[in-house]
Nanobody, 119 residues
Framework: QVQLVETGGGLVQPGGSLRLACAAS????????MGWYRQAPGKQRELVAA???????NYAESVKGRFTVSRDNAKSTVYLQMNSLKPEDTAVYYC?????????????WGKGTLVTVSS
């Protein structure tokens, strides 16, 4: 089995910063893409940022220049540094990892961590 543990959510004022982390553990042979999605109340889940095995990244237009995704392959961990946060960034943030386990390649989701941007 594979487990994803997310940390770092919370309440922050507009203009503030938060750093999310997601650590993958278990029967992992290769990690391909790692990334973050978010889902705000009443909205569909959307991609926020992703980082691929060779280090290339992809961002939603709404977070470009404010958020930075990175990964530590030795720790099987992906990070999301969020700066200049806005109330519209309020959502549950989910980690997503595309990896190869003992038998097959699968996509895993974390349980989510709530980010609230409010004064």
């Amino acid at each position: 089995q594979v487990q994803l543990v997310e940390t770092g959510g919370g309440l922050v004022q507009p203009g503030g910063s938060l750093r999310l982390a997601c650590a993958a553990s278990g029967n992992i042979r290769v990690i391909y893409a790692m990334g973050w999605y978010r889902q705000a109340p009443g909205k569909q889940r959307e991609l926020v940022a992703a980082i691929y095995s060779r280090g290339t990244t992809n961002y939603a237009e709404s977070v470009k220049g404010r958020f930075t995704v990175s990964r530590d392959n030795a720790k099987s961990t992906v990070y999301l540094q969020m700066n200049s946060l806005k109330p519209e960034d309020t959502a549950v943030y989910y980690c997503n990892v595309d990896l190869e386990g003992l038998r097959s390649r699968m996509n895993y989701w974390g349980k989510g961590t709530l980010v609230t941007v409010s004064s």
